[in-house]
């Protein structure tokens, strides 16, 4: 779904902020040794940029991911590394843990985890992958306006039948009437001992409308699947049809202007209990 280079060139925004969630809970990272695992660690560099440095020297980090393609781009980066290895696996599949039972010390996760739709076998997953006693650190968007962008264009008769499954792509929180209680309620009840949960407003700034479209491509789902002609045409309509459920400021009259970008993001820190 990602092409590698084209979210790494694009992935400001989530740097700026995962940085500061990894500053944040430097005291809990520093305390992560043994093998951690990373789901959806993408191009790599938040885990061996932010991550590696904040772990406990003594731990290891599998990075993992779903796609392939991040895994090799991932890989070439940073195979030499003697801390990090890498595994393909789908957070989501239901037999993930008949072949990774309890095999982790410390799961983190950034920005992945929301693009999955059966978040009860995520945690269960997650929890199953994990040692008695371990812990978890992740983030995920919790609402992001612009996908709602996804759902109109899904209706628009050139786009329909390369968007066919668009409810897939628009997470389980974008419209739940009260996200953080019904995610802190799912994830006791699949065990965990739920230490901080919280469900943060933030914005970011794009310096021009070019900016805030080149995000919104890295991380589309349909474009890839259209014809290079339609890939232009859907690329300037999600641009604007974005841009509707954003703040636009210093207009003046043309597109010289930047864009508020706003969403909410989990901020999640777990533990598996020793005797479950
Ligand atoms: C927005 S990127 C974030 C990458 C990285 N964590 C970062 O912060 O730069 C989301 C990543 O999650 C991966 N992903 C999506 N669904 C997944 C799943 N079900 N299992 C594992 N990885 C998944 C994607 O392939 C992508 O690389």
Same mark, same amino acid.
């Not at 030499?80 to 595994?87: G, T, V, W």
């Not at 919790?142 to 996908?147: A, F, G, L, T, V």
């Not at 786009?159 to 390369?162: D, S, V």
């Given at each position: 779904?990602?092409?590698?280079?084209l979210? !790494?060139a694009n992935? %400001? &925004?989530?740097?700026?902020?995962?940085?500061e969630?990894?500053?944040?809970? !430097?005291?809990e990272?520093?305390?992560?040794?043994?093998?951690c695992?990373?789901?959806? !660690?993408?191009?790599?560099?938040?885990v061996?940029?932010?991550?590696?440095?904040?772990l406990?020297?003594k731990? *290891?980090?599998?990075?993992?991911?779903?796609?392939?393609?991040?895994?090799?781009?991932?890989?070439?980066?940073y +195979?030499?590394?003697?801390? =990090?290895? /890498?595994?393909e696996l789908? =957070?989501?599949?239901?037999?993930?843990?008949e072949?990774?039972?309890?095999?982790?010390?410390?799961?983190?996760?950034?920005?992945c985890?929301?693009?999955? &739709?059966?978040?009860? &076998?995520? @945690?269960?997953?997650?929890?199953?992958?994990?040692?008695?006693?371990?812990?978890v650190l992740?983030?995920?968007v919790?609402?992001?306006?612009?996908?709602d962008a996804?759902? =109109?264009?899904?209706?628009?008769?050139r786009? %329909?039948?390369?968007m066919?499954?668009?409810d897939?792509?628009? +997470?389980?929180? &974008?419209?739940?009437?009260?996200?953080?209680?019904?995610?802190?309620s799912?994830l006791r009840?699949?065990?965990?001992?739920?230490?901080?949960?919280?469900?943060?407003?933030?914005?970011y700034?794009y310096? $021009?409308?070019?900016?805030? *479209? +080149?995000?919104?491509?890295? =991380?589309?789902? /349909?474009?890839?699947?259209?014809?290079?002609?339609?890939?232009?045409?859907?690329?300037i309509?999600l641009?604007?049809?974005?841009?509707?459920? $954003?703040?636009?400021?210093? %207009?003046?009259?043309?597109?010289?202007?930047s864009i508020?970008?706003?969403?909410?993001? @989990?901020?999640?820190?777990?533990?598996k209990?020793?005797?479950h």
């Open positions: 779904m990602f092409e590698p280079a979210y !790494s992935d %400001k &925004q989530v740097r700026e902020e995962t940085s969630y990894i500053e944040e809970f !430097s005291d990272i520093g305390q992560m040794s043994g093998r695992l990373d789901i959806g !660690s993408g191009p790599g560099h938040i061996v940029d932010l991550l590696l440095p904040k406990n020297p731990s *290891t980090v599998i990075c993992s991911d779903i796609s392939r393609p991040m895994l090799d781009y991932a890989k070439e980066k +195979g030499a590394d003697e801390r =990090i290895s /890498f595994l789908d =957070i989501e599949s239901p037999t993930l843990v072949y990774l039972g309890e095999k982790f010390d410390h799961v983190t996760s950034f920005y985890l929301q693009f999955c &739709q059966d978040m009860r &076998q995520v @945690f269960k997953n997650i929890f199953d992958l994990l040692q008695p006693g371990g812990t992740f983030t995920s919790c609402n992001h306006p612009c996908e996804y759902k =109109i264009l899904a209706a628009v008769p786009y %329909k039948r390369y066919m499954d668009v897939r792509f628009v +997470g389980v929180f &974008q419209h739940a009437k009260r996200p953080r209680e019904t995610l802190k799912l009840d699949v065990g965990f001992e739920v230490c901080h949960c919280s469900n943060r407003h933030t914005s700034i310096d $021009t409308p070019d900016a805030h *479209t +080149g995000f919104m491509a890295s =991380i589309d789902p /349909f474009m890839s699947r259209m014809p290079d002609e339609l890939q232009r045409e859907y690329l309509d641009g604007i049809e974005a841009r509707r459920h $954003t703040f636009i400021v210093n %207009k003046d009259g043309n597109d010289d202007c508020l970008s706003r969403r909410h993001t @989990f901020v999640v820190y777990l533990k209990p020793l005797v």
